[in-house]
């Protein structure tokens, strides 16, 4: 196959988080390869598949990333990333999008979008309840250590600082 007659390549996540049943459970993993493996293209060309062991992104298991074709990508098309890619109606989207050429060729199917992710994707923060609760507390204990250290008495002869700047705070001890 000359390198101009190169179909769209996918690139499978297989690791410590996608493919397995502990972190995606009810997803038939093997099978989602197998199926995946079996894509062909317009011109019938079987769409070779590469597993990964790790693409960086676990928060977004199971990740497929689908390679342009050569003509694709003479067109402009780059690679796309897609995240949470568990379900199998999702298979037959994608390979929809492959027959019709893939990236650079073929408008992404709409069922694909939500799915949409990169590889310097950043995780999402955690609910902002929590964070409010941890931060209220530190400052809590914060202010009760400020306040300790004002009640505190400085050595004799010696200069209280205050704050991380060692600015002066208090008078020196007679």
């Known amino acids: 196959m000359a390198s101009g007659e190169q179909p769209c390549r ?4 297989r690791g410590c988080c996608c493919g397995t049943r502990k972190k995606r459970p009810g997803v038939d993993h093997k099978g989602q390869l197998a199926r995946l493996g079996a894509l062909r293209d317009h011109e019938d060309r079987a769409v070779p598949v590469r597993v990964s062991t790790c693409l960086g992104i676990c928060f977004r298991a199971n990740v497929v990333v689908v390679q342009p074709s050569a003509r694709g990508r003479a067109a402009g098309g780059r690679p796309v990333w897609l995240g949470d890619f568990t379900e199998d109606r999702l298979i037959g989207e994608l390979d929809d999008w492959i027959f019709a050429g893939g990236p650079g060729l073929a408008a992404l199917p709409p069922a694909l979008r939500p799915h949409l992710t990169g590889k310097d994707a950043k995780k999402p923060k955690k609910d902002g309840k ?3 609760k941890k931060s ?3 400052g809590k204990r914060k202010a009760e250590e400020t306040r300790s250290r004002a009640t505190e008495k400085p050595e004799k002869g010696k200069k209280r600082k205050k704050g991380k700047k060692g600015k002066r705070a208090g008078k020196t001890a007679a």
């Open 10 to 13: 996918l690139v499978v996540c």
């Open 136 to 138: 209220k507390k530190n």
């Open 130 to 132: 929590r964070k409010a």
